[in-house]
Each structure stands twice: as structure tokens, then as C-alpha cells.
């Protein structure tokens, strides 16, 4: 068995054993559940395609920004099922009134166990799985070989994903294409499956049902981190990512898989057509575009940011109907940590995993009690109870 590229290296995004044609890879998991390609060297014929299509040993153009957008959609429906201003479903809307199909992540859950595929969508209701972040890997590349075959058909094709993914289909098909247009989101870096899977074992036992839905940023009492757990027996419970250990190892880049520490896509550089993020801090940087101001945009739902990073891409964006604010890189960065620079590895990363590899939920909640302090866990376990958020609202600061 060899690898085509260095594990650290590996981001896991499958162009390689999509552009193999004697199926000579797979995709194998560590303990900690990070999947690298490991060639069978028995079966491999030396094609050396899996090096060609491979974005670590040959990295794809990165684009600089053509316009950089504060956006968000008018409709409140969209703002509520997305992460941030609903950027993502008002481009995929704009680009299936021309025809196509997007690509975009959807996650499943059974018997709480939870499963990230990339799936299409071909009309607008279809987008709803595909809206809202899912954080934790799925696996983009068995839609590889579908999103070619629609090119080479005429199809027009919307592929949206983290930026590894993005950069994994370009290294698969090989070149650019008209009719392909490519969204990548700002991503500090992100976690397996196994330990996604580990955290829902852990709500099952918690609230002694099983889970059916997850959803990573519900919005009924404003945005931030605050995740809704759907269970058989029908209950929904909303909780928040304060005092969650899955949320603060992942806010805290504890667990992320090795590539994503020296990640060539966390910059203002950009690999796709369009990137769509987070506009965190934009109270700082461009207050007079807030409601609160009397600018165009409610700050209280989610507010994007859209860079359009080539023609394509601006003429896309222009197409979208939200509400679209010019505003600059600089706006950006202050707030825009995944397009600065690779979140430096945590000195106790083998420790985390280690934790994740004894699969005790428990010891992970104290470790991360531990980590944040007592104190501050204690604050934490108030800070989101309804009588505190109502003294926060009659206080002004919620
Ligand atoms: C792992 C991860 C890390 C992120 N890190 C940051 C960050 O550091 N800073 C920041 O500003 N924004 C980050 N984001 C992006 C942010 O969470 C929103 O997805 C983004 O702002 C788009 O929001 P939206 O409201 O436009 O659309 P939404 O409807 O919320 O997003 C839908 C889009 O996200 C894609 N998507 C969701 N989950 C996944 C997944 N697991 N894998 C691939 N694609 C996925 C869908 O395909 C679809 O294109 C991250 C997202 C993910 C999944
Ligand atoms: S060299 Fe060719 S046959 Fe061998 S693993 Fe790579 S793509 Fe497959
Ligand atoms: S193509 Fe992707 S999955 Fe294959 S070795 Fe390179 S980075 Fe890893
Ligand atoms: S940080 Fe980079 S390598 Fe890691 S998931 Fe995000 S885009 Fe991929």
C-alpha cells in the first residue's frame, strides 16, 4: 500500500480515486476517522492520473476578488434555514432559473448516526437539505464523475463544498469549464464523522431517544451557535453551543484533521468562482450597512458575505435578488479568520483525539470543562436559560 501524497497533506477529497480507472484507491480511515487514498500497489497500472488530478501535489489557480459583497436574503424563511445571510440559496436559486443542477452537502441521520453526502438538486424546493452548514466531513467526490458527465452533456452545473472539495473537482476534471461554476465557503477547518457520530451517541444517551435531526445553527432566539436536536419520539430541543464540548473543540480547532493546519485555500485567495462566508464583525467595520443604523441589512438574522472571485462568478452574484452591499477585503479579514490564514495545530490535538479514540463522552466533557474553566462553564450554564436571555433583552444585551 502507498499513498499518492503525504497524509499531513491529504485533505480527503477523492480526486484521485475518482480519476483512477482501475479503481486501484481507497479512501481509508484512521482511527480517528479522517480518510486518506491509499493506492493498492498491486492493482495500480502507473497511470499516474491520481498525481495529475491530486490538488496537494498540483494546486489549483487561485482567484483574487473581482467585487466582495455584504449580502442577505429578503426572505425570511430562506434567512431562517441558513447559517449566515442565506447567500448560498439565493446564487443556487439565481443559477437554476437558467437551467442546471446544483451540487451541495446534505446530512442524514438514522438511529443517530449521521451521514454527509453531496446530492443534487435540479429545482428550487429541492435546495432545502442543501441549506445550512453541516460541521463535519462528508465525502464530495462520488459526485465527481455525475458533475463531469453533465458538463460534457451542455449542462449547466453549480458545485458548491469547502474549499478542498472545490479544488478537488477542478484537480479531477482536469481544466475549467463554461458551464461550471464553482461556490466555496470560508472554512477554519473541520472534523470527522466519527467524532460527529460519537457527540449525537452522546445527545441519544442524554436525552434517552434517538436522534433524527440535527440542525448545527437553529436561529429562533437570534444567530449564533445554538444547535436543535430532533428526536424519534418527535421532542425538539434547542440547546447551545456554550458549554458543549463538540462545539468548543470545534470553535477551538481541537480536532480537526491534519491537513487543515497548514490548509493552501484559508486566504484571501480564492479557488473558487464565488465564496460565501460568515461577515462576522461587520458591527465594527461597516455599521452604517446595519438596521440598527438604518442600513439595508437586519443584524439579527445572518449576514453573508459573497466574494465574487471571477467574471462567472460577479455575473452570478449580480444575478442574485438579496440585498447586496458593496464593501472591500479589508471590511473582511478583521472578522474573516478562514480567509487570514491555516489555524495553527493545538498543542493538545493527540490528546483530544486520544479522548475521541476511548470513546467516553464523558472524560471529552470534563477535559473541555477543565479547559474552559469552571468559572467560565459555570457563567456559560446560565447565559442561555429564558430568565437570564429575558434580563439580557430588558438590559439591552442580548
Ligand atoms: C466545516 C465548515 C467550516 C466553516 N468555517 C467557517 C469559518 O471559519 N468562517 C466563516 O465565515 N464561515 C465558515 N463556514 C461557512 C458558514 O458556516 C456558512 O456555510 C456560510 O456562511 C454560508 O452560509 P449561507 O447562509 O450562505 O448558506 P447555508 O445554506 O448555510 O450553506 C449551505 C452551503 O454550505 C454547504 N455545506 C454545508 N455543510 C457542508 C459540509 N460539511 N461540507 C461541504 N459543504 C457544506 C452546502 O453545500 C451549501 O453550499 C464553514 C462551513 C463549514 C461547513
Ligand atoms: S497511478 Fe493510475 S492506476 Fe495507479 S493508483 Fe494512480 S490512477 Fe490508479
Ligand atoms: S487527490 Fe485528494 S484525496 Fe487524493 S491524495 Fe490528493 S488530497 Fe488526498
Ligand atoms: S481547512 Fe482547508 S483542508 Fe480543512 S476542511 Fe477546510 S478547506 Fe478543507
Redesign the pocket.
Known amino acids: 500500500m502507498s499513498c ?1 501524497v503525504e497524509r499531513a497533506r491529504c485533505t480527503g477529497c477523492g480526486a ?1 480515486l475518482a ?7 481507497t479512501m481509508d480511515e484512521t482511527p480517528d476517522g479522517f480518510a486518506h487514498a491509499t ?2 500497489d498491486q ?9 495529475k ?1 491530486c490538488p496537494a501535489l498540483n494546486p489549483p489557480e487561485l482567484r483574487t476578488q473581482e467585487a466582495v459583497y455584504a449580502a442577505q436574503s429578503r426572505s425570511q424563511e430562506v434567512l431562517m434555514t441558513s447559517a449566515s445571510g442565506g447567500a448560498f440559496f439565493e446564487l443556487a436559486k439565481a443559477f437554476l432559473q437558467g437551467g442546471g443542477v446544483v451540487y451541495g452537502a446534505v446530512m442524514s441521520i438514522d438511529d443517530s448516526q449521521a451521514n454527509i453526502t453531496h446530492e443534487s438538486a435540479h429545482t428550487t424546493p429541492e435546495l432545502a437539505p442543501l441549506q445550512g452548514s453541516k460541521y463535519a466531513q462528508g465525502s464530495a467526490w462520488p459526485v465527481f464523475q455525475d458533475v463531469e458527465r453533465a458538463l460534457r452533456q451542455g449542462e449547466r452545473v453549480l458545485f458548491s463544498g469547502l474549499p478542498c472539495q472545490v479544488a478537488g473537482l477542478y484537480g479531477y476534471l482536469g481544466r475549467d469549464w463554461s458551464n461550471l461554476i464553482t461556490v466555496d465557503l470560508f472554512c477554519h477547518g473541520n472534523t470527522s464523522m466519527t467524532h460527529l457520530n460519537l457527540y449525537l451517541q452522546y445527545l441519544r444517551d442524554k436525552y434517552h431517544g434517538e436522534v433524527t435531526g440535527y440542525a448545527f445553527r437553529d436561529k429562533e432566539h437570534g444567530v449564533g451557535y445554538n444547535p436543535r436536536i430532533t428526536l424519534a419520539d418527535g421532542r425538539s430541543i434547542r440547546t447551545t453551543a456554550l458549554r458543549d464540548a463538540y462545539w468548543y473543540l470545534f470553535q477551538n480547532s481541537k480536532f480537526y484533521r491534519e491537513s487543515c493546519h497548514t490548509c493552501p485555500y484559508a486566504c484571501e485567495r480564492r479557488v473558487g468562482d464565488i465564496s460565501v462566508g460568515d461577515f462576522w464583525g461587520i458591527e465594527k467595520e461597516r455599521p452604517d450597512l446595519l438596521s440598527t443604523n438604518n442600513g439595508p441589512i437586519d443584524d439579527s438574522k445572518g449576514i453573508s458575505v459573497v466574494l465574487a472571485n471571477t467574471s462567472k462568478g460577479h455575473t452570478l452574484a449580480r444575478a442574485a435578488e438579496m440585498v447586496q452591499m458593496e464593501c472591500d477585503m479589508a471590511d473582511v479579514i478583521p472578522g474573516g479568520a478562514a480567509v487570514r490564514a491555516p489555524q495553527p495545530m493545538p498543542e493538545d490535538r493527540d490528546t483530544v483525539l486520544a479522548l475521541f479514540r476511548a470513546g467516553d463522552y464523558a472524560a471529552i466533557k470534563r477535559y473541555c470543562i477543565r479547559q474552559m474553566g469552571v468559572h467560565n462553564y459555570l457563567i456559560d450554564s446560565v447565559w442561555d436559560t429564558p430568565p437570564v436571555r429575558l434580563l439580557r433583552k430588558l438590559l439591552g444585551k442580548a
Do not use: F, L, Q, Y
Request: hydrophobic letters at 45%; charged letters at 15%; proline letters at 5%.
Open positions: 499518492v484521485c480519476a483512477c480507472p482501475v479503481s486501484a484507491i493506492i493498492d492493482a495500480c497500472i502507473h497511470c499516474g492520473r491520481c498525481e488530478a
